[in-house]
C-alpha cells in the first residue's frame, strides 16, 4: 500500500486560470492556491495588478481559514446539492 503523502496528482491549467486544490490530511483541510504561469508571471511583475480571479481564490482560502462557520455552511451547502443531483437522477430512472 502506498502512502498517500507520497503521491502526487499533477494539473494543467490554461493560460490565465488559477486553481484553488482542497485536500484532507490528518482530518484537516489542506489548502493550495496554483497559478498558471501566465498569472505567476502577473504577480512576479512590480507593475502589474493582482488579477481579479487570483484575488477571489485568495479571499475565499482566507475566509474558509478564519471563520468557522463559512466551512461549515460550505460543507452543508455541497451535501444539498448533491443530494438534489442524486434526486434529479433518480427522477429520470
Do not use: C, N
Amino acid at each position: 500500500m502506498t502512502d498517500s503523502k507520497d503521491q502526487k496528482s499533477t494539473i494543467t491549467l490554461e493560460p490565465g486560470q488559477v486553481a484553488v486544490v482542497l485536500g484532507m490530511e490528518d482530518g484537516q483541510i489542506s489548502r493550495q492556491l496554483v497559478a498558471s504561469p501566465e498569472v505567476d508571471a502577473m504577480l512576479d511583475d512590480e507593475h502589474s495588478d493582482i488579477p481579479f480571479h487570483y484575488f477571489l481564490a485568495s479571499a475565499f482560502l482566507v475566509r474558509l481559514d478564519q471563520d468557522e462557520d463559512f466551512a461549515a455552511d460550505l460543507a452543508e451547502w455541497y451535501d444539498e446539492r448533491l443530494q438534489g443531483e442524486a434526486g434529479k437522477a433518480d427522477v429520470g430512472k
